[in-house]
């Protein structure tokens, strides 16, 4: 037996690691459309509205970011399968890991390697990222392709050959997809600008990166879906915490790892900027401060793996056990227990159906408020009551302008639209809200502080809250049929 299982390529075990945590992964999500990333969600209803041919507000709301390409083909053969979607993100992030370990293996990195892949595969992050399909398994992903790119092409370069152009294209890609993913165009920009292998090539890179670039940012106006200066210590918490309130705890979790992380670059920095994935990575670092979400928490998260754990290894044997492996030993012990801690918190929050505050708002308006009666039926009888002779009231699909609007609409099966822009009194704004049934946003949010104000200041009668939660507030907007009734 032992015999033959050593004839077994490495390879195959590592395929067979992968499908194991493919199949925990898949355990481990949530089997609802909820919890989804608006952007996402998005690019997912307009696959399905293609694939179907199905005519859907959400061709009103713009081009999505590329991650819609990932999602052509399940979205062909599985249309209205959220689960579908999500395997998807299971298996791109397992391309992530293979990539990035078999880049760091290369560069002679070996044991680090897999020693990095295998915490950040359960990371309780990452698997928060892939429940969401967030964005940042597919911006690691362009970031691995567009570094094994670079580096085929340098090998046998062509010109205008097939990894030119996947490149010019990753760099699509990566644009769309986050601020962070400027990264990649920028560091193939410099890499050709100061290393490049002709004259003649380095033009045709200058010039097509910069289209590339500037026709992504035009077709899809820059990034609707990122959320821009958050606080990025909130972010690097949730590396060893679970979402939450900013407390004491957070800020001590978050300031923590700000810490290891300044320490990790400052001593791999010669390191970091020798590579070219690392010079992305670090570029997208550096970018993602000013953005402090979840993907720039993952960006982190994967410098201080495979570029911090090296520095706990040694082959020094001079320095004994625990100079060379001990340390080491005890935090990915410490690490590896927490990151499965937290993991089982999530599988525990799943079972149980929790929801975040806006999940849990959006939930409330699908279940209470997917459809309404129409009450203008009733309404044409004498004494405003339906008779048997008269027609059953019927149902009116609803019609919801929303902060969320694809997740609105993707959790609801309604019409949802983006809310409406600023306007001037309550008036304007009555009249802009012609046919939409219900308003749901955060009014704690500044963004929405003049259509907060525009509707508690408005006519008595004419609009009326029907949910406020810690999520947000819903708000119905009253047919001419309602106010007449409620005036007799």
């Given at each position: 037996m032992n015999n033959l299982l050593s004839r077994i390529p490495k390879e195959y075990w590592a395929y067979l690691a992968l499908s194991v945590w493919g199949v925990l992964g898949f355990m481990l999500l949530h089997k609802i459309p909820y919890g989804i990333d608006e952007g996402a969600a998005h690019a997912l209803l307009l696959v399905w509205s293609v694939a179907d041919d199905v005519v859907s507000p959400i061709v009103t709301f713009g081009l999505p970011d590329f991650r819609t390409l990932f999602f052509v083909p399940v979205g062909v053969l599985w249309?209205?399968?959220?689960?579908?979607?999500?395997?998807?993100?299971?298996?791109?992030m397992s391309i992530v890991a293979w990539s990035f370990h078999a880049w760091r293996q290369r560069n002679g990195d070996e044991e680090g390697a897999l020693l990095a892949t295998g915490l950040l595969l359960i990371s309780p992050l990452i698997l928060d990222q892939i429940d969401a399909i967030s964005i940042a398994p597919y911006l690691l992903v362009t970031f691995a392709l567009g570094a094994w790119s670079d580096r085929i092409y340098r090998e046998s370069p062509q010109v205008f050959g097939g990894m030119y152009f996947s490149q010019i294209f990753l760099c699509m890609v990566c644009t769309t997809?986050?601020?962070?993913?400027?990264?990649y165009p920028l560091v193939l920009l410099w890499g050709w600008y100061k290393n490049p292998l002709d004259k003649k090539q380095r033009d045709h890179y200058l010039i097509g990166i910069g289209a590339a670039v500037l026709f992504a940012l035009l077709l899809t106006f820059g990034w609707r879906h990122v959320s821009m200066f958050a606080n990025p210590i909130r972010a690097l918490s949730g590396l060893l915490m679970t979402a939450g309130e900013m407390d004491v705890w957070r800020w001590t979790a978050g300031i923590f790892m700000l810490c290891v992380l300044a320490l990790v670059i400052w001593k791999q920095a010669a390191s970091l900027w020798a590579d070219f994935l690392g010079r992305v990575l670090l570029l997208a670092f550096a970018i993602g401060l000013l953005t402090g979400d979840e993907a720039f928490a993952v960006v982190a998260l994967t410098i201080v793996l495979y570029w911090g754990l090296p520095l706990l290894l040694s082959t020094d044997t001079r320095r004994g056990?625990?100079?060379?492996?001990?340390?080491?030993?005890?935090?990915?012990?410490?690490?590896?227990?927490?990151?499965?801690?937290?993991?089982?918190?999530?599988?525990?929050?799943?079972?149980?159906?929790?929801?975040?505050?806006?999940?849990?708002?959006?939930?409330?308006?699908?279940?209470?408020?997917?459809?309404?009666?129409?009450?203008?039926?009733?309404?044409?009888q004498p004494d405003g009551q339906a008779t048997e002779q008269s027609a059953p009231p019927v149902k009116k699909r609803l019609r919801v302008a929303s902060q969320w609007p694809a997740l609105t609409?993707?959790?609801?099966?309604?019409?949802?639209?983006?809310?409406?822009?600023?306007?001037?009194?309550?008036?304007?704004?009555?009249?802009?809200?012609?046919?939409?049934?219900?308003?749901?946003?955060?009014?704690?949010?500044?963004?929405?502080?003049?259509?907060?104000?525009?509707?508690?200041?408005?006519?008595p009668g004419k609009m009326e809250t029907v949910a406020l939660r810690p999520g947000g507030v819903i708000v119905q907007i009253k047919a001419p049929v309602q106010i007449q009734q409620q005036a007799k």
């Amino acid at each position: 037996m032992n015999n033959l299982l050593s004839r077994i390529p490495k390879e195959y075990w590592a395929y067979l690691a992968l499908s194991v945590w493919g199949v925990l992964g898949f355990m481990l999500l949530h089997k609802i459309p909820y919890g989804i990333d608006e952007g996402a969600a998005h690019a997912l209803l307009l696959v399905w509205s293609v694939a179907d041919d199905v005519v859907s507000p959400i061709v009103t709301f713009g081009l999505p970011d590329f991650r819609t390409l990932f999602f052509v083909p399940v979205g062909v053969l599985w249309t209205g399968s959220v689960v579908a979607a999500k395997v998807t993100t299971l298996i791109v992030m397992s391309i992530v890991a293979w990539s990035f370990h078999a880049w760091r293996q290369r560069n002679g990195d070996e044991e680090g390697a897999l020693l990095a892949t295998g915490l950040l595969l359960i990371s309780p992050l990452i698997l928060d990222q892939i429940d969401a399909i967030s964005i940042a398994p597919y911006l690691l992903v362009t970031f691995a392709l567009g570094a094994w790119s670079d580096r085929i092409y340098r090998e046998s370069p062509q010109v205008f050959g097939g990894m030119y152009f996947s490149q010019i294209f990753l760099c699509m890609v990566c644009t769309t997809l986050h601020p962070m993913g400027l990264a990649y165009p920028l560091v193939l920009l410099w890499g050709w600008y100061k290393n490049p292998l002709d004259k003649k090539q380095r033009d045709h890179y200058l010039i097509g990166i910069g289209a590339a670039v500037l026709f992504a940012l035009l077709l899809t106006f820059g990034w609707r879906h990122v959320s821009m200066f958050a606080n990025p210590i909130r972010a690097l918490s949730g590396l060893l915490m679970t979402a939450g309130e900013m407390d004491v705890w957070r800020w001590t979790a978050g300031i923590f790892m700000l810490c290891v992380l300044a320490l990790v670059i400052w001593k791999q920095a010669a390191s970091l900027w020798a590579d070219f994935l690392g010079r992305v990575l670090l570029l997208a670092f550096a970018i993602g401060l000013l953005t402090g979400d979840e993907a720039f928490a993952v960006v982190a998260l994967t410098i201080v793996l495979y570029w911090g754990l090296p520095l706990l290894l040694s082959t020094d044997t001079r320095r004994g056990f625990w100079g060379q492996r001990g340390v080491a030993l005890v935090l990915i012990f410490v690490v590896s227990t927490l990151f499965m801690i937290l993991d089982r918190g999530h599988y525990e929050t799943m079972l149980t159906g929790e929801l975040s505050a806006r999940d849990s708002l959006i939930k409330a308006l699908a279940e209470d408020g997917g459809y309404f009666m129409n009450e203008e039926a009733a309404a044409t009888q004498p004494d405003g009551q339906a008779t048997e002779q008269s027609a059953p009231p019927v149902k009116k699909r609803l019609r919801v302008a929303s902060q969320w609007p694809a997740l609105t609409m993707l959790a609801c099966r309604c019409d949802a639209l983006p809310l409406p822009p600023v306007a001037k009194d309550s008036a304007a704004l009555l009249a802009m809200m012609r046919g939409v049934d219900y308003l749901i946003f955060d009014p704690r949010n500044p963004a929405n502080s003049a259509l907060s104000y525009n509707i508690a200041t408005m006519e008595p009668g004419k609009m009326e809250t029907v949910a406020l939660r810690p999520g947000g507030v819903i708000v119905q907007i009253k047919a001419p049929v309602q106010i007449q009734q409620q005036a007799k």
